[in-house]
């Protein structure tokens, strides 16, 4: 829901364009009393798009046949209620031409000025409300400010504030030596002799006493902390106590749901991979996958040779971690020999999102690269795909998005992260020191 449509007083119209029917193709339903239109060339735009296996092919279709069914017999050029309680109307409205008219001063060459048209003709006619034009693109939101008409971000699923966005860990200071020493004989330590008030569940802390830290865990359902351990996973081994946490929640069966956040060289996608190779005996299938960001905005369909040839520039960074993981048992060559017979048997299956979608997810440790160039509704569908004894592995760096209309607020990791924290399926950890090299920390530091 947006801003403007939290805030009550007169009605209001507020006018979607194509983009934020691609990023939620329910978004109709989410202006609480206000009035909900859709200029035709959205229609005639999400009809171009409808074909394909990408997620706004699936947002296309899926917008068309809610429209569909929510029209039956009726006109939908004219205003029709909203289905529920104190909801507004809906109609698709076409673009007339007034005293400002952006065809005229943008020109007529983009659907953007049409739609921008729609939405100066609906001011027009209804001088008594408040138009609103509500896309994901900035530019043309600028454009529609320009001519005095208002426009706004679609607000719905976008976290307020990132400063507070759930980091998965928490440093307690002053805690008694004598408890710390306690703490690492047993193993285990009742949360009620911190007196910390609220635990999360399956959340991270790092002790400080006098003379030592210890790392723990908090255990939701025995209500106790549990120190961890530093362990290595398939010859990797974590290099801080963040990763050391990243492996915890990854070899953690009680856990099916994880996310790790963190920029360029924190090991997010390395040890995701490690720790599922680890336990690959308690999978049918270990799925690695990242969304297709295509070049140029061409689809990979533009690019040539046969669908390997096609991809694999996509895929490199994830065989590149699969590498360096085989490259640990230089002296093994049994172990070699074991990874590439599951790379050829399909034990490890590594392939874009878009090529897996319609398949079921049992028995499979999943990992989903690059996270955030996915929409919340995409986020959404992957995870209610799971079937029984599956783990799902979202990893991505939420300020690195190379999706239009996606941003550090509104993608799916984000939106994960956020929604998701203090469920008992759950755990999540940001990564903040990066461990690829001297010269890589430079660029994160201070470029």
Request: proline share 4%; hydrophobic share 40%.
């Amino acid at each position: 829901m947006t801003k403007e449509g939290k805030t009550r007083g007169k009605r209001k119209i507020f006018v979607l364009d194509t983009s934020v029917i691609l990023y939620d193709h329910n978004a109709f339903q989410n202006f609480q009393e206000h009035d909900v239109a859709v200029p035709i060339q959205v229609l005639e735009e999400l009809d171009n798009m409808k074909n394909g296996n990408d997620t706004r092919n699936f947002e296309a279709r899926s917008f068309i046949r809610l429209i569909d069914e929510f029209s039956k017999n009726n006109l939908i050029s004219h205003w029709l209620p909203l289905n529920g309680i104190n909801k507004g109307h809906f109609k698709i409205v076409v673009d007339k031409k007034t005293d400002t008219d952006a065809e005229e001063i943008f020109g007529d060459d983009k659907v953007d000025h049409r739609i921008l048209n729609a939405a100066l003709s609906l001011q027009h006619e209804n001088p008594d409300k408040k138009v609103i034009l509500v896309s994901k693109d900035i530019c043309l939101r600028l454009k529609a400010k320009s001519l005095d008409l208002h426009a706004e971000d679609y607000e719905t699923g976008k976290i307020k504030n990132l400063d507070e966005l759930y980091t998965g860990k928490a440093i307690v200071n002053k805690v008694p030596d004598t408890v710390l020493t306690q703490f690492s004989k047993s193993g285990t330590l009742s949360a009620e002799e911190l007196e910390l008030g609220n635990f999360q569940n399956n959340h991270f802390y790092i002790l400080h006493g006098k003379r030592k830290s210890v790392p723990a865990f908090y255990n939701g359902e025995s209500g106790q902390l549990e120190e961890v351990i530093e362990q290595p996973v398939f010859n990797i081994s974590p290099r801080n106590m963040e990763q050391s946490f990243a492996i915890h929640a990854l070899l953690n069966p009680n856990i099916k749901l994880v996310s790790i956040q963190g920029n360029a060289g924190t090991g997010k996608t390395l040890l995701a991979l490690a720790s599922a190779l680890e336990q690959r005996k308690d999978f049918r299938q270990i799925f690695v996958t990242r969304p297709i960001i295509p070049l140029s905005n061409k689809d990979i369909g533009f690019l040539p040779g046969d669908v390997k040839s096609k991809i694999d520039p996509y895929m490199a960074p994830i065989w590149d971690n699969l590498k360096f993981i085989k490259d640990q048992f230089s002296e093994d060559e049994k172990m070699q020999a074991k990874l590439d017979e599951m790379v050829a048997n399909d034990k490890i299956a590594i392939s874009p999102l878009a090529f897996i979608r319609g398949r079921t997810l049992t028995k499979i440790f999943f990992i989903v690269d690059e996270a955030q160039n996915l929409t919340p509704h995409e986020v959404k569908t992957i995870i209610s795909r799971a079937g029984e004894n599956t783990k799902i592995v979202f990893t991505g760096d939420i300020y690195q998005i190379d999706t239009p209309y996606l941003d550090a607020e509104s993608n799916g990791l984000s939106y994960l992260i956020d929604k998701a924290k203090n469920h008992p399926l759950y755990a999540h950890i940001t990564l903040q020191k990066g461990e690829r090299s001297e010269l890589a920390n430079l660029a994160n530091d201070l470029l």
